[in-house]
């Protein structure tokens, strides 16, 4: 969690320990931050308007009708509808650990208005509608989105004279951020189940099937049936990243998995996942993880 949004939870009048709540407003959004300093369980929460709910540090319990639970961890959100009822078990919050949140109650109005700007300019490349979809299902943020969730608490908090018109700028950008992540999430994990009628998901399932090879964009956006740039538009359109640093993140989490579970060396990791040389491998990995592959495996 960074430092800036520490401080706020550190300086803001506690009254109970169980869900303490810090609110701050804008004309697009309401933003609580929620802290629990003391395990409890059974607390019954829900929002009057569709919500974003983020996980900043600790652990939560998530309980939904039909038996549907889960846990809920530091960079994982939710968009709930409104009205949906929250039951939460708080099971290892105390003082020197406290479970924090932030729950982001977006303008009805900037929602709708950002989806038909979105559809307008930048269709999905299976002509389907960008949607908003509302579910209790939880999706990773990706570090696009926790930066926008970390400038909106801190903007929102603060006292800019120029907060509301940022705040506006900011809300559109955060659903946009929350459409690609989402869209991100869905692509990423069912993409057996989608690559026969998407030509991303399709992409995505040859990457990561020839990762031992030293691919490159065209020989993917020929396999998918676009050209290279289409392919690169829509890629990074709907993914956050670019086909490239989709690649090679797929090798390092690869390699990551290989260096926890076998006995092979740097070298021949490297050399297997089409790396030109061991030290480029470390290079990339450290890039990605801030240690080297030895380190990690030590660590693992």
């Not at 930048?122 to 999706?139: A, H, Q, R, V």
Request: include cysteine; proline fraction near 3%.
């Amino acid at each position: 969690m960074n430092s800036s949004v520490r401080k706020i939870y550190e300086e803001g009048k506690v009254i109970t320990p169980i869900e303490n709540q810090i609110s701050f407003h804008t004309n697009e959004l309401d933003l609580h931050l929620f802290e629990t300093k003391a395990s409890t369980y059974g607390f019954e929460l829900a929002f009057d308007e569709m919500s974003l709910i983020t996980m900043l540090s600790g652990k939560k319990v998530m309980h939904f009708k039909d038996n549907h639970s889960f846990e809920f961890l530091p960079e994982e959100s939710l968009v709930l509808d409104k009205s949906q009822a929250m039951n939460i078990d708080f099971p290892e919050a105390d003082d020197e650990n406290p479970t924090r949140c932030m729950a982001l109650i977006i303008s009805p109005d900037e929602v709708r208005d950002t989806l038909l700007m979105v559809n307008e300019t930048t269709p999905k490349i299976e002509n389907g509608e960008w949607s908003l979809d509302i579910s209790t299902i939880k999706f990773e943020n990706d570090q696009i989105l926790s930066k926008n969730i970390e400038r909106i608490i801190l903007l929102a908090s603060s006292n800019n004279q120029y907060r509301e018109a940022l705040g506006k700028l900011m809300t559109k950008e955060l659903i946009i951020n929350l459409l690609q992540s989402k869209a991100r999430n869905l692509l990423l994990k069912e993409t057996n189940s989608l690559a026969s009628n998407n030509q991303l998901a399709f992409a995505i399932n040859y990457i990561r099937d020839n990762q031992h090879k030293s691919l490159t964009v065209d020989e993917v956006a020929d396999k998918a049936y676009m050209s290279k740039s289409t392919f690169h538009r829509h890629f990074k359109r709907e993914i956050g990243i670019t086909p490239n640093e989709f690649i090679l993140s797929e090798k390092i989490k690869k390699a990551k998995y290989l260096l926890r579970s076998t006995k092979q060396s740097v070298s021949e990791i490297a050399y297997s996942l089409a790396f030109a040389s061991p030290s480029q491998f470390i290079k990339h990995f450290k890039s990605f993880t801030g240690l080297t592959p030895l380190k990690f495996k030590q660590k693992s």
